[in-house]
């Protein structure tokens, strides 16, 4: 259901500065909404208590000064891998149980800094490892189009926190797809950005070299005024670029899509796409031309190696990242253990998951003395073939597209007895990470049962702008419905769709 009081984020601003409502009556309305539907969807992991505070602080302030900006006042929910001082990040993981943290991650600062209000913080694959939240130490988040399907992993829970109508915007990370898959999964629009756009301090790192930021939201001219907060050079991660992100505003006004070249990839409508996808994104391509854009056939020879290279970098990584996790310096410690080596065995075979362990045996193994190598260099250069096989076809093409995900969501159990089938559902989405390219799913309609198909669109280096645009042409053209969900009966599923 989409709220009662705002279609968007200039729509809020606009009823906010108008007094058509209060920042602490909107505040109420996504809280105990979230409040009631959570027993059921396990969306949220915390909730914020501070919230209608602030939201007070905030209408009182704005009766003296009025607001600078269309975030001030604005809810927001964000993943539990993101560090908020003061409150739990749990990462899904009971190695972090009771771990406080001390910081805010400078994506969340900035918009807290413009007026937002962080909600809650929402569920996710332990460590973001995963594609359907099933990970989760605290049991996954249901889709809120079918109860019996996964959200999509990792950021499961800040897709289905908007697709419900719990938040009008939320922020995920994307290592290899966890904010583009659940976006497709949940009927929402979600964007991984260019690597080095937003910080990523404060963001737990689970493999630094792909992790990035990004939000979703029902409207790509509010996941590009989130990118434009968000984004810029920050001290706190060398790797942010300098150039002014709202840059990014000029492209989206500018980007016209009469002429736009559109790269079809025929490696990514292969064998393994599921039928009513190839569909969907079949009328999708038909109406694109009918608009005036023009297809242009590429190809990507190495992106069949991307699962094995990301595997490969994205364990190595992990292993070395988590390493901090040993009982000493956050959260859970196992009690009288019989030495200190008991201690970190114990806390981190008890604390960590199965699918964590198993990445940190993966990726320890491909670093160890000589297989360094044969597999973690191997990978690095198998990555620059890919890389360059996106730069050479974006000599042809504005834009590459690509289904989102080869299947529709999942039922929950259906890929966890099989790591490698569910490693499979990041086959489209995991190089634009492994080349650092920005990358976003855009809803186009539902299939034959009723549940949300995803568009991908991979762009240049910088061109989230133009891509957001383009994903703003298809809303207009597939204007999505949102599921009705309904405390203690989740989602108002009816068998055979919503259609
Ligand atoms: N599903 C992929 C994985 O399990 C990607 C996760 C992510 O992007 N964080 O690693």
Same mark, same amino acid.
């Given at each position: 259901?989409?709220?009662?009081?705002?279609?968007?984020?200039?729509?809020?601003?606009?009823?906010?500065?108008?007094?058509?409502?209060?920042?602490?009556?909107?505040?109420?309305?996504?809280?105990?909404?979230?409040?009631?539907?959570?027993?059921?969807?396990?969306?949220?992991?915390?909730?914020?208590?501070?919230?209608?505070?602030?939201?007070?602080?905030?209408?009182?302030?704005?009766?003296?000064?009025?607001?600078?900006?269309?975030?001030?006042?604005?809810?927001?929910?964000?993943?539990?891998?993101?560090?908020?001082?003061?409150?739990?990040?749990?990462?899904?993981?009971?190695?972090?149980?009771?771990?406080?943290?001390?910081?805010?991650?400078?994506?969340?600062?900035?918009?807290?800094?413009?007026?937002?209000?962080?909600?809650?913080?929402?569920?996710?694959?332990?460590?973001?490892?995963?594609?359907?939240?099933?990970?989760?130490?605290?049991?996954?988040?249901?889709?809120?189009?079918?109860?019996?399907?996964?959200?999509?992993?990792?950021?499961?829970?800040?897709?289905?926190?908007?697709?419900?109508?719990?938040?009008?915007?939320?922020?995920?990370?994307?290592?290899?797809?966890?904010?583009?898959?659940?976006?497709?999964?949940?009927?929402?629009?979600?964007?991984?950005?260019?690597?080095?756009?937003?910080?990523?301090?404060?963001?737990?790192?689970?493999?630094?070299?792909?992790?990035?930021?990004?939000?979703?939201?029902?409207?790509?001219?509010?996941?590009?005024?989130?990118?434009?907060?968000?984004?810029? =050079? !920050?001290? $706190?991660?060398?790797?942010? @670029?300098?150039?002014?992100? +709202?840059?990014? /505003?000029?492209?989206?006004? %500018?980007?016209?899509?009469?002429?736009?070249?559109?790269?079809?990839?025929?490696?990514?409508?292969?064998?393994?796409?599921?039928?009513?996808? =190839? !569909?969907? $994104?079949?009328?999708?391509? @038909?109406?694109?031309?009918? +608009?005036?854009? /023009?297809?242009?056939?590429? %190809?990507?020879?190495?992106?069949?190696?991307?699962?094995?290279?990301?595997?490969?970098?994205?364990?190595?990584?992990?292993?070395?990242?988590?390493?901090?996790?040993?009982?000493?310096?956050?959260?859970?410690?196992?009690?009288?253990?019989?030495?200190?080596?008991?201690?970190?065995?114990?806390?981190?075979?008890?604390?960590?998951?199965?699918?964590?362990?198993?990445?940190?045996?993966?990726?320890?193994?491909?670093?160890?003395?000589?297989?360094?190598?044969?597999?973690?260099?191997?990978?690095?250069?198998?990555?620059?073939?890919?890389?360059?096989?996106?730069?050479?076809?974006?000599?042809?093409?504005?834009?590459?597209?690509?289904?989102?995900?080869?299947?529709?969501?999942?039922?929950?159990?259906?890929?966890?007895?099989?790591?490698?089938?569910?490693?499979?559902?990041?086959?489209?989405?995991?190089?634009?990470?492994?080349?650092?390219?920005?990358?976003?799913?855009?809803?186009?309609?539902?299939?034959?049962?009723?549940?949300?198909?995803?568009?991908?669109?991979?762009?240049?280096?910088?061109?989230?702008?133009?891509?957001?645009?383009?994903?703003?042409?298809?809303?207009?053209?597939?204007?999505?419905?949102?599921?009705?969900?309904?405390?203690?009966?989740?989602?108002?599923?009816?068998?055979?769709?919503?259609?």
């Amino acid at each position: 259901m989409r709220n009662p009081f705002f279609t968007s984020l200039s729509d809020f601003a606009k009823g906010r500065d108008d007094k058509r409502f209060s920042i602490e009556e909107v505040t109420r309305y996504f809280l105990s909404r979230t409040e009631s539907l959570n027993a059921s969807l396990n969306v949220c992991l915390s909730t914020n208590p501070n919230a209608i505070n602030r939201a007070r602080q905030l209408d009182a302030r704005l009766a003296r000064n009025g607001a600078q900006s269309p975030f001030y006042g604005y809810p927001v929910m964000v993943k539990d891998n993101f560090e908020m001082e003061g409150f739990p990040t749990t990462c899904a993981s009971k190695i972090l149980s009771g771990y406080v943290s001390r910081r805010t991650a400078t994506s969340v600062a900035r918009l807290l800094s413009l007026g937002a209000i962080v909600l809650g913080k929402t569920n996710l694959d332990e460590f973001a490892m995963g594609s359907s939240t099933e990970n989760s130490a605290f049991g996954p988040t249901k889709n809120p189009w079918n109860p019996a399907r996964v959200p999509g992993g990792s950021s499961g829970g800040s897709a289905a926190a908007v697709a419900a109508g719990l938040a009008p915007l939320s922020l995920g990370s994307d290592t290899g797809g966890s904010i583009r898959q659940p976006a497709a999964f949940c009927g929402v629009l979600g964007i991984k950005p260019t690597y080095g756009r937003i910080s990523r301090s404060g963001l737990v790192a689970f493999s630094s070299s792909l992790d990035q930021i990004g939000p979703f939201a029902l409207q790509a001219s509010d996941a590009l005024e989130a990118l434009v907060a968000m984004g810029g =050079r !920050d001290p $706190l991660d060398m790797t942010t @670029d300098d150039r002014d992100p +709202s840059e990014m /505003r000029r492209d989206f006004q %500018t980007t016209e899509i009469p002429g736009l070249r559109i790269g079809i990839p025929a490696e990514m409508f292969g064998e393994g796409l599921d039928s009513s996808i =190839r !569909d969907r $994104l079949g009328e999708l391509r @038909d109406s694109l031309a009918g +608009s005036g854009s /023009r297809e242009v056939a590429v %190809t990507l020879p190495h992106s069949r190696f991307g699962i094995n290279v990301y595997y490969l970098l994205a364990t190595s990584e992990a292993s070395s990242n988590l390493s901090r996790f040993d009982g000493v310096r956050y959260g859970f410690r196992v009690k009288e253990p019989a030495d200190l080596r008991a201690m970190y065995e114990e806390t981190r075979d008890r604390g960590f998951g199965d699918e964590v362990k198993r990445r940190i045996l993966l990726g320890t193994f491909a670093l160890s003395a000589g297989y360094q190598e044969a597999f973690y260099r191997k990978a690095r250069k198998v990555q620059a073939l890919i890389r360059g096989d996106f730069l050479k076809a974006f000599e042809q093409c504005d834009m590459i597209l690509t289904p989102t995900s080869p299947s529709p969501p999942f039922a929950f159990g259906e890929k966890t007895g099989d790591p490698l089938s569910m490693y499979l559902s990041d086959v489209y989405t995991i190089t634009a990470n492994l080349a650092g390219l920005p990358a976003l799913s855009v809803p186009v309609g539902l299939d034959s049962q009723g549940l949300p198909v995803g568009a991908h669109l991979i762009g240049p280096p910088w061109s989230e702008g133009r891509l957001l645009k383009v994903a703003d042409k298809i809303s207009s053209l597939y204007p999505m419905p949102l599921p009705e969900v309904h405390a203690g009966h989740p989602a108002g599923f009816r068998e055979g769709g919503l259609k």
